[in-house]
C-alpha cells in the first residue's frame, strides 16, 4: 500500500480504467445504441448545477471531518492540513480509500493509531448518521404512495433495518456492553470494540452541539449538494424522479459511501448507482447515463486537485508508517532482563 501511495498518477489511470471498463460493461449490456440515445435530448441548464454541486460538497466535508478530529481531546489541527486530506481522500490516488488515508494522517498528527481508527469509524458513522434516517422516511413514504414506481424489494429492507439497525448499534455502543465485548479478547472482539467506540462518538457529538454543531452541519450540507448533483445529473438527461426515489436510489447505490472504497469507488459505484436508479423506475440506460453524468464530475473532476495536495499528505502518511513500524518493533522486543535478576543469578 505505501508503494501505491507512491504513484499516485498510476493509479489515478488504473481507477480511470477500471471506471470505464465497468461503463463499457454497462453499455453493452442495456445496448449501446440505448445508452447514445439517452443523451439525445439534454437539457443543458442543469448541468453547471451537476458541476458547482459536486465542487461544493467536497470542502463542505472539511467541517465534519475538522469537528470529528477535534473531539474528545484529539488534535486541533489547521484548516490547511485537514483540506488537503479531505481533498486527497475524495481522489483514486487514495488507493485503499479515502478513509484509510484519513486514519494514517490523523495517526501522524495524534500519535495514537487506536484513537485514529475511532474517530474514522466515528466520520463514517456520522455519515450515516444522516443518511440512512432520509432513505428510511422515503422507503416508508413509498410504501404508503399507490402510484410508487420502487419495488416493495427495495423499500422493505430499507424500512425494516435501519431503525432495527440503529437500536442495536447503539444497545451495543453502551459503554459497559462495549468494555465487556472487548474484555473478551481475540482479534474480532477488539475490532467490533473499536467500532462500538466510533458509533459512541455519535452520541459525543450530539451531546456536546453546542460545540460540536459544524459536524452536523457540514456532513447534512455534503449530503445535501451530492444529492443535488446526482438530481442535476438526472434532469440533464431528462428523467424526472422525486425525492424520496432520489433519496432511495443514491443510498442503495452508495451503501459503501466513496470515501470508505478503495479507488474512490471506481467501477463500484458507476454499477450500483445505474442498478439502485433503476429499481426506483428509471430505465436502465438512461440510468447509465445519469450515472455518468454524475461520476464525471464526482470522481473525474477532483482527480487534479486531489494529485496536486498529494506532496503535502505524503509526508504525514510516511510519519504514520515509522508510528507503526516502531509499535510493532517495541511489541516485539523481548524485555530486559531486570537488575536484581542479574545479580540474583551471579
Not at 219 to 240: K, T, V
Not at 264 to 269: F, L
Request: proline share 6%.
Amino acid at each position: 500500500m505505501r508503494r501505491l501511495h507512491a504513484r499516485p498518477i498510476q493509479v489515478t489511470v488504473l481507477a480511470l480504467l477500471v471506471a470505464g471498463a465497468a461503463v463499457v460493461a454497462l453499455a453493452a449490456a442495456v445496448g449501446f445504441r440505448a445508452f447514445a440515445d439517452a443523451f439525445s435530448d439534454p437539457h443543458l441548464a442543469w448541468l453547471p448545477v451537476t458541476a458547482i454541486a459536486a465542487l461544493l460538497a467536497v470542502p463542505a466535508y472539511v467541517l465534519p471531518h475538522r469537528a470529528v478530529a477535534r473531539l474528545e481531546g484529539g488534535p486541533r489541527i489547521r484548516l490547511g492540513p485537514i483540506a488537503c486530506v479531505v481533498m486527497a481522500g475524495f481522489g483514486p490516488a487514495a488507493a485503499a480509500g479515502g478513509f484509510v488515508l484519513d486514519k494514517r494522517a490523523l495517526h501522524a498528527l495524534e500519535g495514537d493509531e487506536r484513537r485514529a481508527t475511532e474517530r474514522v469509524l466515528g466520520l463514517g458513522a456520522l455519515e450515516w448518521a444522516l443518511l440512512a434516517p432520509a432513505a428510511w422516511i422515503s422507503a416508508v413514504l413509498l410504501l404508503f404512495d399507490d402510484d410508487r414506481r420502487p419495488m416493495g424489494s427495495l423499500l422493505w429492507p430499507w424500512a425494516i433495518a435501519v431503525p432495527l439497525g440503529f437500536a442495536f448499534g447503539f444497545w451495543l455502543a453502551v459503554p459497559s456492553r462495549r468494555e465487556r465485548i472487548e474484555a473478551g479478547g481475540g482479534r474480532w472482539r477488539r475490532g467490533l470494540g473499536q467500532a462500538l467506540r466510533g458509533v459512541g462518538m455519535l452520541g459525543t457529538l450530539a451531546r456536546s452541539f453546542r460545540t460540536t454543531w459544524t459536524a452536523w452541519v457540514g456532513m447534512a450540507l455534503y449530503w445535501a449538494l451530492e444529492l443535488a448533483s446526482f438530481y442535476a445529473a438526472a434532469r440533464f438527461i431528462g428523467l424526472h424522479v422525486n425525492v424520496g426515489e432520489l433519496i432511495l436510489a443514491y443510498a442503495t447505490g452508495y451503501a459503501l459511501t466513496r470515501r470508505s472504497l478503495p479507488l474512490a469507488g471506481a467501477g463500484v459505484a458507476e454499477l450500483l448507482l445505474s442498478v439502485s436508479l433503476h429499481w426506483v423506475g428509471q430505465p436502465l440506460a438512461a440510468a447509465l447515463a445519469v450515472t455518468v453524468v454524475y461520476r464525471f464530475f464526482n470522481f473525474v473532476l477532483p482527480i487534479l486537485p486531489s494529485l496536486l495536495v498529494h506532496p503535502r499528505v505524503e509526508p504525514l502518511l510516511a510519519a504514520a508508517e515509522r508510528r507503526r513500524s516502531l509499535a510493532r518493533r517495541t511489541r516485539r522486543r523481548p524485555p530486559a532482563p531486570s537488575r536484581a535478576g542479574s545479580n540474583s543469578g551471579t
